[in-house]
């Protein structure tokens, strides 16, 4: 009868706490997206195929529209206010423009086959160029007007390069010192305020961070992807499948990972780890991106309608 | 003297018809749009040899624009 009075509750409370545990992760777990803008659609020529973007204070926002080789600026309701650039190399002009960012008083442009990143002021008017003698895969404007660039070379493997503003590689920061073959060292990254660097590898399962002083923090895997299968491609063998696509950091320090093909949600999967590397969530996109981008105000940018579309979303936790 | 860079412009000769081989019999294997835009840009950096700085150089270059073409239409 002692038994039975204490064993019941016992067994009772041992039913009820997984239930607890669960609904505190389901809590835990109820992020969302809101969307709250959309700009460009497929009955209007706003955006042709839109690959860069980035927000400043203000809400305005700046678009690279690879196809019609230009720099859109969008103000914080989606209405274009500004267009610069067309085809060419010269001054303010791009051939295949690509990625953004900027400093309180500058928009930086990169460019897939011009070897510059060109500056300009936040009316679009162009102010400078910095030449960049290799390709660029990513970048980041530093304080004091320096670049971040992430590249990739076929001799030297796993760098970061910082450039100064006349165009002077300054120094560098070494991710990897394995040899890896043709690509299987291509990284997004990103920085916070305090220099931490953060990346991300293209065709590896590894999300890395690292201290202001270059020291590896940590490493993670998220996918438990092992192998990209590769392909032998005009005498090149590259790996045919992108495990991760970008990175992007909230103002709280989270960390924000794009997946690729190897996601539940093939590039619309978005992994959510905090500052530590441990996953906190997954959203899912509505619509499948090249990039995500999320501003000051933590609001969170994609792609829709395969680049016809930038939506902005309001993240809710 | 002269029988060295004779030798050496062959050299670069046969490396140039060599590698001419190897990308059309890469190319033709292709399939995605991706991997296509690759061959083309391959073929076309040829015209950097025997300049190697600037062949591998253009390597670099078609890589990433290979990346950047299978971020944005993989899906």
Known sequence: MLLRKRVFPLFWLIMIIPFFLYSERKEDNDWHLEEILSIGSLEDDTLFQWVGVAVDREQNIYVTDTLDYSLKKFDAKGK?????????????????PRYIDHTEISIYVSDQYNPKIQVFDKNLNYTHSVSIPMPVSDFSVLPEEEIAVATLSTTKSGRIYIFNSTGKIQREIRYTNEKLPLLMDMVNFELD??????LVYNYQDRIEKFSPEGKKLWSKKLLGVKKVQKEKIASLVVPSKLIYKD????????????????????SRD??????????????????????????????LYSRANEGVTLKKFKMKY | MKSFRKQSRKTAFLFGVLT????????????????????????????????????????????IGYVFCLKYLDK
Do not use: W
């Open chain 1, 247 to 266: 990175i992007a950091l909230d103002n709280s320090g989270n960390i924000f990972i794009l997946g690729g093909s190897f996601s539940k949600n093939p």
């Open chain 1, 80 to 96: 274009l206010t500004k267009k610069t650039g067309r085809k060419g190399q010269g001054p303010g002009e791009f051939l295949a």
């Open chain 2, 20 to 63: 001419i081989l190897l990308v059309i019999n890469g190319f033709s294997q292709e399939i995605g749009d991706c991997e296509q835009a690759l061959g083309r840009c391959m073929l076309a950096n040829i015209r950097q040899l025997p300049n190697f700085v600037q062949f591998y150089n253009g390597v670099a270059y078609c890589a």
């Open chain 1, 193 to 198: 305020s305090q220099g931490s660097l953060y």
């Open chain 1, 270 to 299: 978005v992994y959510i780890l905090n500052p530590e590397g441990d996953l906190l969530n997954t959203i899912t996109l509505p619509d499948t991106s090249h990039c995500i981008y999320i501003d000051a105000q933590d609001y």
